[in-house]
């Protein structure tokens, strides 16, 4: 790695190798030499680092290597830990705080999933039909089965106690600084509220079959606890009070309207008869769910009525509602600016903390062996919390780069100036540098002994792949036409079907002794062909003692029959979109989660104000649109049903015939504000953040997908300079996994 001075201006760099710079933390002998032929790279200080008789400067390096190690992974550790007087612990207890990560997803589920399965408020009777007839005779129900009120009090209390469990590890690491975090200081509200309303149920202050406060609380949960939610709803209501003009315009819009339509058409239609009317009609015109019903009449009557409708769809619909995504897209995407730009302050935050732990003489740099010292430090942080996590939760696993055996490249990636001092500019691209080393591809494997069997290369044939395809179509033809008939043309189709599930055994095992287990694994088509073979395999074995089972081999045909999708990878442009797809829609999981919850808000609101209103022989829904069309199964009678109509809803599609029924069986048109308020707030607006979302996690993936496939042909066609490296990253994408809690950083 030499360079000439005349033309690089700089002086010569000695060379360094993996051994010449773990040797001074190893070797006390010959520290001394080297540090002399090496342009006395380090300071006399560092022999008591590694003797450990500097307990200072050996407990700011271990520190310094938390901190970078947070950092590289998007998660920032606290000051506080650092500057905790039982450090150890307290890293310790921010370990295990994060990786309950898990723990706290399967709480979040179960409190989202609680309400499906517990009795309405309305329903006093006893189990197991605490709600009349589970037949749904009587009220039409969801048919879901109903737990127990002590059931799913316990199950509320034990989901408590986790959280409390988490929030107590929090309290801890954060130390003082815990009570002026103000996200910390609402978990604690939260968890008390949630107390004293599981205590006011469980006391008998309130019935278990009433209203339970603590439902609406469940919502808060996710939103409070979870890190991605909560920067999703943050995001949200910031751009909700952006969007509130264009709503403005919206109302104006048709106030003006229906206006004008009551003066024109106020003598010729029920429709337009006053000007509350024309309002309520227009605005579900503006949804198109009433299109044309609402103005054929006026159209038979008088065939310039057209243009009015014409003019108020096209200037409401097809531009006001577009304008409406536009401004939640221009909003989203400056917020997302905003939040990248705090997680890339958060990390330089933690990089500088680090680099003054290590820089103890506040000279504005650090030497080689300290920073050497912080390398190897970082490996042992990781195996460390690797354990100890591992111990404590024995499923979490950390994918933390060991850069033990890099220390070489990675100091020289970082001494930009080629004085073997790491100034703070150059120690802030750490992360960066240390990511560009992981990412580089490991060495080609070395031909196992699988390899030598060369009498059985016709598996690498192409027309093998071919023959393998046919047979994977006509196994999916049988296992389908098996299914539709019956006989004893039914039996010969199963026999086929399990002799085809043997062809795929041979194939699989053709396969693996030519490219050897790991080769062969390694491949996701070949996990998920193995995987249902086996299953097939192992139901032919199983049918010989149960024979009713040998009908379940179809399902298995077809499921393996599935693997037809992976030929959207002989399109590229198809397999670019898949891979998108693959990526985007994880990425607006915490947007989907939202709009989840603002659903279940509405439902459980409805439940408890329209629940046991729709039932048989309901004398208020007689002669009503939504019995003549059989909506009488959407309804809010319990929560799953609340759950499918608030979907309906969301659809927009005949939405004013459920508002109308339930107009009708309370007799009172006030309650019409219910169902405008849901699409007010879900289907205008959360529904156009949810695209909004989704629209960019797919365009930024997109461009990642571009420049990694740009990347890969540039190195098929031998195109990169000698000596050169294309570089990390060419443009910064403002979204792709900012909502992660914690697992990876992105800029």
């Not at 001394?32 to 008789?53: F, I, Q, W």
């Not at 100036?417 to 990412?439: H, M, N, Q, T, Y």
């Not at 949810?690 to 993936?701: C, G, I, P, R, Y």
Request: proline share 3%.
């Amino acid at each position: 790695m030499k360079k000439n001075f005349r033309r690089t201006g700089k002086p010569t760099l000695p060379e360094i190798q993996e051994e010449g710079l773990l040797t001074p933390l190893r070797r006390g002998a010959s520290f001394s030499a080297y540090a002399v032929a090496h342009h006395k790279l380090v300071t006399p200080s560092l022999r008591d680092l590694e003797t450990g008789s500097d307990h200072n400067l050996h407990s700011n390096v271990e520190m310094a290597a938390a901190l970078v190690d947070q950092a590289m992974q998007g998660r920032f550790l606290p000051l506080a830990v650092v500057y905790h007087k039982d450090y150890e612990s307290a890293k310790r207890a921010f370990l295990l705080h994060h990786q309950l990560y898990l723990a706290r997803g399967i709480v979040y589920l179960i409190l989202m999933l609680l309400p499906f399965f517990e009795i309405p408020a309305w329903c006093n009777g006893e189990m197991p039909n605490p709600c009349g007839n589970f037949d749904g005779s009587a009220y039409a129900l969801s048919r879901l089965p109903y737990i127990h009120p002590w059931s799913s009090l316990v199950i509320e209390v034990l989901c408590v106690l986790i959280l409390v469990w988490s929030v107590t590890l929090q309290w801890y690491f954060m130390g003082p600084s815990f009570w002026r975090n103000p996200v910390a200081v609402y978990k604690v509200i939260l968890l008390m509220a949630m107390a004293i309303a599981i205590s006011s149920s469980a006391a008998g202050i309130a019935k278990p079959q009433g209203i339970k406060f603590s439902m609406y609380l469940r919502i808060l949960v996710p939103i409070v606890f979870s890190r991605a939610l909560r920067n999703c709803f943050c995001m949200t209501l910031r751009i909700g009070l952006t969007f509130m003009d264009i709503m403005v315009l919206v109302v104006a819009f048709m106030l003006v309207s229906a206006w004008l339509g009551t003066a024109l058409f106020s003598d010729s239609t029920a429709e337009f008869k006053d000007y509350v009317t024309s309002l309520f009609n227009l605005f579900v015109l503006l949804t198109t769910a009433n299109n044309p019903t609402v103005w054929a009449t006026v159209y038979s009557a008088n065939r310039l009525s057209f243009f009015f409708f014409f003019t108020y769809l096209i200037i409401g619909f097809f531009f006001l509602m577009s304008l409406a995504f536009s401004v939640v897209y221009s909003n989203y995407k400056s917020q997302m600016v905003v939040e990248v730009a705090k997680r890339i302050t958060a990390r330089q935050g933690n990089l500088r903390a680090a680099f003054g732990l290590l820089d103890i003489k506040h000279q504005e740099w650090i030497d080689g062996a300290t920073m050497i010292a912080l390398f190897l430090a970082i490996g042992r942080y990781s195996s460390t919390s690797k354990s100890l996590l591992s111990s404590v939760l024995p499923s979490s696993s950390r994918h933390i780069p060991d850069v033990r055996a890099r220390t070489s490249r990675l100091f020289l990636a970082l001494n930009k100036r080629g004085d073997f001092k790491i100034w703070s500019d150059e120690f802030e691209e750490l992360c960066d540098v240390i990511a560009k080393e992981v990412e580089r591809k490991p060495a080609a494997q070395t031909p196992g002994r699988y390899h030598r069997l060369s009498d059985m290369h016709f598996v690498k044939h192409p027309c093998y792949a071919y023959v393998i395809w046919a047979f994977t179509f006509a196994s999916l033809a049988v296992a389908i036409v098996q299914l539709n008939v019956d006989g004893r043309l039914q039996i010969l189709l199963l026999s086929l079907e399990f002799l085809f599930g043997w062809v795929f055994a041979m194939d699989a095992m053709l396969k693996i002794c030519v490219q050897g287990w790991k080769p062969y694994w390694w491949s996701s088509l070949n996990r998920f062909d193995f995987v249902v073979t086996v299953l097939i395999v192992c139901l032919h074995l199983f049918s010989f003692f149960y024979h009713d089972s040998r009908n379940w081999v179809s399902y298995l045909i077809i499921m393996r029959g599935f693997r037809i999708f992976t030929l959207v990878t002989l399109v590229s442009r198809w397999w670019l979109v898949a891979q998108t797809l693959l990526h985007a829609i994880p990425a607006t999981a915490p947007v989907l989660v939202l709009q989840f919850l603002v659903c279940s808000f509405f439902s459980l609101l409805g439940m408890h104000l329209f629940g046991g209103l729709v039932y048989a022989g309901n004398p208020a829904l007689q002669g009503t649109e939504y019995l003549a069309m059989g909506y009488d199964a959407f309804n809010y009678n319990d929560f799953a049903s609340a759950m499918v109509t608030s979907f309906n809803l969301c659809v927009a599609n005949k939405w004013y015939v459920i508002m109308d029924a339930y107009a009708a069986a309370t007799g009172n048109r006030w309650v019409q504000s219910f169902f405008i308020a849901f699409w007010m707030l879900d289907v205008a607006f959360m529904l156009n953040v949810v695209l909004a979302f989704f629209v960019e996690a797919f365009t930024s993936q997109m461009e990642k997908e571009e420049r990694a496939r740009v990347h890969e042909q540039w190195e098929m066609h031998g195109q990169k300079k000698s000596g050169g490296i294309l570089p990390f990253r060419t443009t910064k994408s403002s979204s792709c996994d900012i909502y992660e809690d914690g697992t990876r950083y992105c800029t």
